[in-house]
């Protein structure tokens, strides 16, 4: 019974590292639907089927963390890592759903740049992530990854800001304005939650490490 409350010391972080991999698989996968819009059905498939597979590890995690006695770092802390890295690729997938059912013509150019974000913002928190197995060791790559995730977040704010206003002013009709700016801020919201991730760690490693 003993041994099977006592936790392998990695299981964390390789739910955790699992998935940040996912999340960048399908936001990489988003980016390229919008640079390439064909095929359109398939390319949104392609993510959802990601999704899918991050939340089978997020729920084999969360059921680790409530049968495992032990835990590398505060149960609060893990269960809401977890839950925001399992956010980052929510939101992205619902970018691509409405991107495949908003019968859209063409990508409003700009939202090629912010996904652009998301991408580089998310490979950061892959690389935050994998520091957290030995954070004691280098403490500062990993906060300094977090810094840089903090600062796409802010300009994908920027980004945003300046699409919408770009948005309105063409001229668009009403309908087609809704709907980029559902995509939009979805995607916006994407990298809030990659920023709130960055914000856990940085946490996590200024108690521990």
């Given at each position: 019974?003993?041994?099977?409350l006592m936790p392998k010391s990695d299981d964390f972080f390789s739910d955790f590292?699992?998935?940040?991999?996912?999340?960048?698989?399908?936001?990489?996968?988003?980016?390229?639907?919008?640079?390439?819009?064909?095929?359109?059905?398939?390319?949104?498939?392609?993510?959802?089927?990601?999704?899918?597979?991050?939340?089978?590890?997020?729920?084999?995690?969360?059921?680790?963390?409530?049968?495992?006695?032990?835990?590398?770092f505060d149960r609060s802390e893990i269960h809401r890592l977890l839950s925001r890295?399992?956010?980052?690729?929510?939101?992205?997938?619902?970018?691509?759903?409405?991107?495949?059912?908003?019968?859209?013509?063409?990508?409003?150019?700009?939202?090629?740049?912010?996904?652009?974000?998301?991408?580089?913002?998310?490979?950061?928190?892959?690389?935050?992530?994998?520091?957290?197995?030995?954070?004691?060791?280098?403490?500062?790559?990993?906060?300094?990854?977090?810094?840089?995730?903090?600062?796409?977040?802010?300009?994908?704010?920027?980004?945003?800001?300046?699409t919408m206003a770009k948005l309105f002013k063409r001229g668009n009709d009403p309908?087609?304005?809704?709907?980029?700016?559902?995509?939009?801020?979805?995607?916006?919201?994407?990298?809030?939650?990659?920023?709130?991730?960055?914000?856990?760690?940085?946490?996590?490693?200024?108690?521990?490490?």
């Amino acid at each position: 019974m003993l041994q099977r409350l006592m936790p392998k010391s990695d299981d964390f972080f390789s739910d955790f590292e699992a998935q940040a991999a996912a999340v960048v698989e399908g936001v990489v996968l988003l980016k390229a639907l919008l640079d390439d819009f064909t095929d359109v059905p398939a390319k949104c498939q392609a993510i959802k089927d990601v999704e899918h597979r991050a939340d089978d590890i997020t729920h084999r995690a969360f059921e680790r963390l409530h049968t495992q006695f032990i835990t590398p770092f505060d149960r609060s802390e893990i269960h809401r890592l977890l839950s925001r890295i399992d956010d980052v690729l929510d939101l992205a997938d619902a970018a691509s759903e409405r991107l495949g059912l908003y019968d859209l013509d063409s990508v409003l150019p700009e939202s090629r740049e912010l996904a652009a974000v998301l991408v580089e913002q998310s490979r950061k928190m892959e690389e935050a992530v994998k520091g957290l197995r030995n954070m004691k060791k280098d403490p500062q790559t990993i906060l300094a990854a977090c810094q840089e995730m903090n600062k796409l977040e802010n300009q994908a704010d920027t980004l945003t800001r300046k699409t919408m206003a770009k948005l309105f002013k063409r001229g668009n009709d009403p309908l087609t304005v809704m709907k980029w700016k559902e995509i939009i801020d979805l995607i916006e919201d994407a990298t809030d939650r990659a920023e709130d991730v960055a914000n856990v760690i940085e946490g996590v490693v200024l108690e521990h490490a």
